[in-house]
């Protein structure tokens, strides 16, 4: 078989992205694909959820899309007015679709459903090994998360961003679908930092999350009782839940971008692209996509593709912070609210801001504990 210019291992929202974004580039055109997934993307399995000013390249599959919203915790509690931002909701069937419909009418490109054995590098290229065959390949994009070593080390530390969530269905009208809560931590904390999230479709359907940033993971019954009963403090008991969505996404500054080579890169949550003090993916997709297109017209080694940036040391110490003193998590995010601007914490999560923007945030952050992690970072 004559190899491939290149392979994805993987088939999820940054796969489909980055082979979105290379198709519509008339460098690879005459590039051969493959692309390598267990499973048939048709399913509602993720909802994603950005900011963005204006009008941007997904809207004509948004779900949802808000120009407010509400935070709630002990510290401080506002609705408050996202503008220039719009916070936008997609499903993930509908990305799905609308991106696999368009790699499928290129010649160039090859879906498999198979499952990705082993990955075997050699000075040329690599060769992919599936359930079903062999495959050859100079370039592989890879977003299995084959290397576990993040979970071992004891250098960065590991919480995890996880969530069960339930939508719901009311006949009548409970909720105010003109603003999404992005936290509500007046939820119990229970020695956790612990929030709820609700994505409000319509006066009478939502999604919500029981989400926890912790170490260990919690059984189903234990965030369905939380939902039962957050549901039932707010006078809401006659519903129907009608899908039920659940996830663990990694939280850590861990060097992913370490394990690249001159012929694989590591993407997704498998390259470390979840903002790693928040867990939001879904824009750092996009901008990551849009930057790896370019990279690979370069046919540079893979090793030359991150760049780390202030960003990714400020996430660090907030890590650091949030592993050690976990159930300090509210009121370390009230305060980020009661002190800056919506506008300004999107534009920081965002790693759009300048260094005296950075320091303006940072120093409405309790000062003792963030210290005491920058000193131990640097000595």
């Known amino acids: 078989m004559n190899p491939f210019n290149y392979i994805f291992t993987g088939g999820g929202a940054s796969a489909l992205i980055l082979a979105y974004r290379m198709i519509h580039d008339p460098f690879f055109n005459d590039?051969?694909?493959?692309?390598?997934?267990?499973?048939?993307?048709n399913t509602n399995d993720r909802t994603w959820c950005f900011w963005e000013k204006g009008k941007g390249e997904w809207d004509d599959i948004l779900e949802k899309s808000w120009d407010k919203v509400s935070f709630k915790s002990n510290v401080y509690s506002e609705n408050l007015s996202t503008a220039p931002y719009s916070y936008k909701m997609i499903r993930s069937s509908r990305l799905y679709r609308t991106v696999l419909d368009q790699l499928r009418e290129r010649k160039n490109i090859t879906i498999l459903n198979d499952q990705v054995i082993d990955i075997k590098q050699d000075k040329l290229g690599a060769t992919v090994h599936t359930l079903n065959g062999t495959y050859q390949t100079e370039k592989v994009i890879n977003s299995i998360p084959f290397d576990q070593h993040y979970k071992l080390q004891q250098k960065f530390p590991l919480l995890q961003q996880h969530f069960l969530g339930w939508f719901i269905e009311t006949k009548e009208a409970c909720f105010d679908d003109s603003q999404p809560t992005l936290m509500d931590f007046t939820v119990a904390q229970k020695d956790h930092t612990r929030f709820m999230y609700i994505l409000p479709e319509s006066p009478n359907r939502a999604l919500l999350e029981y989400t926890l940033f912790s170490k260990t993971l919690l059984t189903n019954e234990e965030y369905e009782t939380e939902i039962k009963n957050y549901l039932a403090k707010k006078g809401i008991t006659n519903y129907t839940i009608t899908e039920k969505e659940q996830g663990v996404i990694p939280m850590t500054a861990y060097q992913f971008w370490k394990h690249n080579s001159e012929h694989l890169i590591n993407i997704g949550t498998a390259g470390g692209w979840?903002?790693?003090?928040?867990?939001?993916?879904?824009?750092?997709i996009t901008k990551r996509t849009r930057d790896l297109t370019e990279f690979l017209k370069t046919e540079k080694s893979f090793k030359k593709f991150h760049k780390t940036k202030k960003f990714w040391f400020y996430d660090l110490l907030l890590l650091d912070v949030l592993s050690k003193y976990n159930h300090f998590g509210a009121q370390i995010f009230g305060l980020l609210f009661k002190r800056n601007s919506i506008q300004q914490i999107f534009k920081f999560l965002d790693e759009e801001t300048n260094f005296r923007e950075d320091i303006k945030i940072m120093i409405g952050m309790p000062?003792?504990?963030?210290?005491?992690?920058?000193?131990?970072r640097l000595f």
């Open 31 to 41: 590039k051969s694909i493959l692309m390598i997934e267990s499973s048939e993307k």
């Open 274 to 284: 979840s903002k790693a003090s928040t867990g939001y993916t879904f824009m750092n």
């Open 367 to 376: 000062p003792l504990k963030f210290m005491r992690a920058l000193i131990k």
